[in-house]
């Protein structure tokens, strides 16, 4: 404690020293990669980062600002970059960032964040990239302006549980995608312990329900009625194995801290939660395919090829019959390569190493960014440098997190950021 403790004073001071070097940067979204981002408490929605982490480490870059990070899940995240009402919904950054319910807001006034100046969010994460309703959603409410969009980390989406007697869990494909679609409902069919199966999922628009259905989607296989669907909404993923609605003995949580917490709290239960997130006591990771989530994912970097990498598209649906997610080029899009999409089948099923995983995105706006554009800038291109990344010890083999190997260029990535 008194290490930690240290580690959190050290993180605090680093960053509220490098604060003073230009103003704030306020974002948020995805809870995948918020612990590599801050290495904060993530048990709580707004994050200032400590050392060690991305965020940290780009803040002691010199030139660079503090940053602050909210919490909602890629979906909303996405929809607060975007600005406006959306189904119904009003997102501002400025609106509040709290513990509860799923913010709406980015919190840039609240106590500490001190941007109640900002118009639009300084960038977003997502770990499901831009659908065609969002990027519509964000050309309606911010007609000058188009999103930049680029793969920052890959996570590794573990299969959490707690189960009084079960110490260590194996799983092969095949049981994960019947645990998921309904066919196995009780311990006996995966351990040595019996009692019924208590699933938790995400119930707030999900990056990591994104990654996860990609997997499932290509491994399970099924009929042209009943498959896995490539979505955010666990619900949508689900849905065909589902007509009546999911089993009373199913629930959902809203971001990764909150799923794991739910899989700590409750004896009997199993998820599927950022890797970086089932360190709650009690709650264990299982191996699929006899690989782990922790030993190995991360070790170096997970490589994209250039052929994988697909601009000015996203995603638009999925295939009626297989569940797969569909690409799409953007109507009417830039002539710039600002909008990088990572084709889901490059990761859908790794042939090596641990095989359920998510690739995180870093958005941010193209124009408007005012006097943070060198900030922001900056901010795009950290996964990426190497004099950052060299400092950063909460994404990495034994974190759940990885960075990325593309052939994206610094040039290319700050050349999107506008003023």
Not at 48 to 54: C, T
Not at 65 to 86: E, M, R, V
Not at 216 to 231: I, Y
Request: contains cysteine; proline residues 6%; aromatic residues 8%.
């Amino acid at each position: 404690m008194k290490a930690l403790a240290g580690a959190l004073v050290l993180g605090m001071a680093a960053v509220a020293s490098a604060a003073q070097a230009g103003t704030n940067l306020v974002g948020g979204g995805a809870t995948l990669p918020a612990l590599g981002y801050t290495g904060a408490d993530v048990s709580h929605r707004l994050l200032s980062p400590v050392e060690g982490s991305l965020l940290a480490a780009y803040s002691a870059q010199t030139g660079n600002p503090q940053t602050y990070y909210c919490q909602t899940g890629s979906g909303a995240g996405k929809n607060i970059l975007a600005g406006g009402t959306i189904g119904g919904v009003s997102y501002n950054v400025q609106n509040a960032c709290p513990d509860s319910p799923t913010p709406t807001g980015f919190g840039a006034n609240d106590t500490g964040v001190g941007r109640p100046d900002l118009t639009q969010p300084n960038f977003a994460g997502a770990d499901s990239p831009l659908s065609a309703t969002d990027y519509n959603n964000y050309r309606t409410n911010r007609p000058t302006s188009y999103p930049v969009e680029f793969p920052a980390v890959a996570g590794a989406v573990a299969i959490a549980f707690n189960k009084s007697g079960v110490s260590s869990l194996a799983l092969n494909d095949t049981q994960v995608c019947q645990i998921f679609s309904g066919k196995i409902t009780d311990w006996n069919q995966i351990s040595s312990a019996s009692g019924p199966i208590k699933v938790v999922y995400r119930s707030d628009g999900s990056g990591t329900s994104f990654g996860f259905s990609n997997h499932l989607s290509a491994v399970c296989g099924g009929t042209a009625s009943q498959h896995f669907v490539t979505d955010q909404a666990f619900t949508n993923v689900v849905a065909k194995f589902f007509t009546s609605g999911l089993p009373s003995t199913w629930s959902g949580q809203s971001g990764n801290p909150a799923v794991a917490n739910a899989v700590a709290a409750t004896d009997g239960t199993i998820a599927y939660v950022e890797a970086a997130n089932t360190l709650p006591p009690g709650v264990g990771a299982a191996t699929v395919n006899g690989k782990d989530p922790f030993n190995d994912f991360g070790a170096s970097p997970l490589s994209i090829s250039s052929t994988s990498i697909n601009y000015n598209s996203v995603i638009n649906g999925a295939d009626a019959t297989t569940g797969r997610p569909v690409i799409a080029a953007i109507s009417g899009a830039p002539s710039t390569q600002c909008i990088a999409l990572v084709d889901p089948s490059a990761y859908a099923n790794p042939s090596s190493g641990y095989p359920i995983v998510a690739v995180s995105y870093l958005l941010a706006n193209s124009a408007h960014n005012g006097s943070d554009t060198t900030a922001v800038k900056n901010l795009m291109w950290a996964p990426y440098n190497s004099a950052i990344t060299s400092q950063v010890s909460t994404i990495g083999q034994f974190t759940g997190l990885s960075f990325l190997s593309t052939s994206l260029t610094q040039t290319q990535v700050q050349g999107c950021v506008g003023t």
